[in-house]
């Protein structure tokens, strides 16, 4: 049986935090540095390479991640997503 590709197509930078994707509310306790009950980009950055990682060490995955950033003013975030889910950026 072969593998599954997933292809990533981001700017890397994510705006709403999984709990939120899911319905639930998010609790801003839960985020030392949320401001005005929102989550602050740092939180966003570790669920999100957190969840690259669990991606990563699971077998029968690939990832594939096509950066959509502005070159000029990029921050490298969909290249570390690429590199923690083990993908190709």
């Known amino acids: 049986v072969g593998k599954v590709v997933v292809v990533l197509i981001s700017d890397g930078r994510a ?9 639930e509310e998010f609790d801003p306790e839960s985020d030392e ?9 740092s939180y ?9 990682k669990r991606l990563g060490s699971q077998g029968g995955f690939n990832l594939l991640c096509i950066d959509t950033e502005n070159k000029f003013i990029s921050t490298g975030l969909a290249k570390e997503i690429a ?3 083990l993908g190709k950026y």
């Open 83 to 85: 590199d923690a889910a």
């Open 33 to 41: 540095d949320s401001k005005d009950g929102k989550p602050s980009r």
């Open 15 to 23: 705006n709403v935090p999984l709990c939120v994707s899911m319905g």
């Open 44 to 52: 966003l950055k570790d669920e999100v390479l957190a969840c690259a």
